[in-house]
């Protein structure tokens, strides 16, 4: 996957987790990585990783301490960003669960937010690769409705970007929806739950996901092999989900 060299990749929300996985793996393939996360010892640690093993004369990557929920914040972070090749809208998860509207603006809102900022010098450059993290449950009932909600709205943007007239000339759209995953406080919070065993019970292929078993899709999406996978909902969860 040669052609992804000195390319840009933008990974919102990237020090941990899926996004730390998906920065790893880009960055493997001589990309120039650009994230943020709200954690500094994260920030410290993603950064460091970078620095000391996939850094090169022409490349230099950017790992930023930002909340990005604050809205200014976003437009700071834009203006200082001139081009990206590759985003990955990573950011996402329940917030607080209760409050739909964060919820909606974290998942499905940032992902428009930053698709819309970038796309142009995207079709400007004949060549760009936006992908999204959504979930599972975008298309299957879950427990808080408002997560399936807004997993949904993220997935139905995509569809829609996917059949966008800068398709033609060089920029893809597709979605990965994984299932559970091992990674973050939700997963160290619950894997010895009763519920947990119970998902992992149900799951064929016997095992919760791995954040490296996302970031390799989103490697493989973003290559030259992959070119003509646009509008894509692709499914990494070891046959978790139930629906067609």
Same mark, same amino acid.
């Given at each position: 996957?040669?052609?992804?060299?000195?390319?840009?990749?933008?990974?919102?929300?990237?020090? *941990?987790? =899926?996004?730390?996985?998906?920065?790893?793996?880009?960055?493997?393939?001589?990309?120039?990585?650009?994230?943020?996360?709200?954690?500094?010892?994260? %920030?410290? !640690?993603?950064?460091?990783?970078?620095?000391?093993?996939?850094?090169?004369?022409?490349?230099?990557?950017?790992?930023?301490?930002?909340?990005?929920?604050?809205?200014?914040?976003? $437009?700071?972070?834009?203006?200082?960003?001139?081009?990206?090749? =590759?985003?990955?809208?990573?950011?996402?998860?329940?917030?607080? $669960?209760?409050?739909?509207?964060?919820?909606?603006?974290?998942?499905?809102?940032?992902?428009?937010?930053? !698709?819309?900022?970038?796309?142009?010098?995207?079709?400007?450059?004949? $060549?760009?690769?936006? =992908?999204?993290?959504?979930?599972?449950?975008?298309?299957?009932?879950?427990?808080? *409705?408002?997560? !399936?909600?807004?997993?949904?709205?993220?997935?139905?943007?995509? *569809?829609?970007? /996917?059949?966008? @007239?800068?398709?033609?000339?060089?920029?893809?759209?597709?979605?990965?929806?994984?299932?559970?995953?091992?990674?973050?406080?939700?997963?160290?919070?619950?894997?010895?739950?009763?519920?947990?065993?119970?998902?992992?019970?149900?799951?064929?292929?016997? @095992?919760?996901? *791995?954040?490296?078993? %996302?970031?390799?899709?989103? @490697?493989?999406?973003?290559?030259?092999?992959? /070119?003509?996978?646009?509008?894509?909902?692709?499914?990494?969860?070891?046959?978790?989900?139930?629906? =067609?």
């Amino acid at each position: 996957m040669s052609n992804l060299k000195n390319k840009t990749a933008l990974v919102t929300g990237g020090t *941990k987790g =899926i996004g730390r996985a998906v920065c790893i793996a880009l960055a493997k393939e001589g990309c120039r990585i650009i994230t943020f996360g709200r954690d500094k010892n994260e %920030v410290r !640690t993603l950064h460091d990783e970078l620095d000391i093993n996939y850094k090169k004369p022409d490349i230099c990557h950017q790992v930023r301490t930002l909340n990005i929920m604050y809205r200014d914040n976003r $437009w700071v972070f834009r203006d200082s960003i001139e081009h990206i090749d =590759i985003l990955v809208n990573n950011v996402g998860g329940g917030g607080s $669960w209760t409050n739909y509207m964060e919820v909606m603006e974290k998942n499905y809102g940032l992902s428009v937010f930053f !698709t819309e900022q970038y796309l142009e010098r995207m079709c400007a450059k004949k $060549w760009g690769r936006v =992908i999204a993290i959504a979930s599972i449950y975008g298309k299957e009932a879950f427990k808080n *409705k408002y997560f !399936t909600a807004a997993k949904s709205a993220q997935i139905a943007y995509m *569809k829609s970007m /996917s059949r966008k @007239r800068c398709v033609s000339k060089g920029v893809t759209f597709n979605t990965i929806l994984p299932g559970h995953i091992s990674c973050g406080y939700s997963y160290e919070k619950n894997k010895d739950t009763d519920e947990f065993k119970d998902i992992i019970k149900n799951t064929p292929m016997g @095992r919760i996901g *791995k954040p490296e078993d %996302v970031a390799n899709v989103v @490697r493989f999406l973003c290559s030259d092999e992959a /070119s003509y996978i646009n509008g894509a909902n692709i499914v990494v969860d070891g046959g978790e989900s139930v629906s =067609i």
